[in-house]
């Protein structure tokens, strides 16, 4: 992530505590600061999460009546959604401080939400991919565009598991 900003992550009532899970994993390997989430059918099943690298004892995981009302200080909202007249993620340039709401798998950001987001992506697929596939995308579109991405072997050794040490 650009170390001059910041990334923050709003879940629009997630269903599924596998995606939630996904997403916080996807936070971790990403640098986002945290991840907040409105609705309750996480709070039902979060026992299930699969947040394997339990990034979430790094990056708070927040519940939050209101996404729009913990927009982080300083942070552009915006939406990440399917929906006619949105910005392509291939040609969007990143805000310095950005706060992306993404909708629930089974439903679309509602037009209240849409209303105070300041941009509206989507991702040029073929399909809508799931919560956690999106999160991931939009979050390495975010690394690949930085001017302060870091490369080489340092990054590959602080990266992998204990079970990867092969060379080239």
């Not at 709070?43 to 990056?59: G, L, R």
């Not at 390495?140 to 092969?166: F, P, Q």
Request: a positive charge; hydrophobic letters at 40%.
């Amino acid at each position: 992530m650009k170390k001059d900003g910041f990334a923050c992550l709003g879940l629009f009532n997630p269903k599924s505590p596998s995606n939630v899970g996904a997403v916080m994993r996807a936070a971790g390997c990403y640098g986002a600061n945290s991840v907040f989430y409105t609705g309750n059918r996480y709070e039902h099943a979060k026992k299930f999460v699969t947040d394997t690298k339990k990034v979430h004892q790094d990056i708070p995981l927040i519940a939050a009546d209101d996404l729009k009302s913990i927009i982080p200080l300083g942070a552009t909202p915006v939406a990440i959604e399917l929906i006619e007249g949105a910005k392509p993620l291939t040609t969007y340039t990143h805000p310095k401080s950005a706060f992306y709401i993404f909708g629930p798998e089974d439903g679309s950001l509602n037009k209240d939400v849409l209303s105070w987001c300041e941009d509206v992506i989507y991702i040029p697929t073929q399909g809508c991919m799931n919560l956690a596939a999106t999160v991931n995308v939009v979050l390495y579109d975010r690394l690949a565009k930085s001017a302060n991405i870091k490369l080489g072997d340092d990054v590959i050794r602080n990266s992998r598991d204990n079970n990867n040490k092969v060379k080239i």
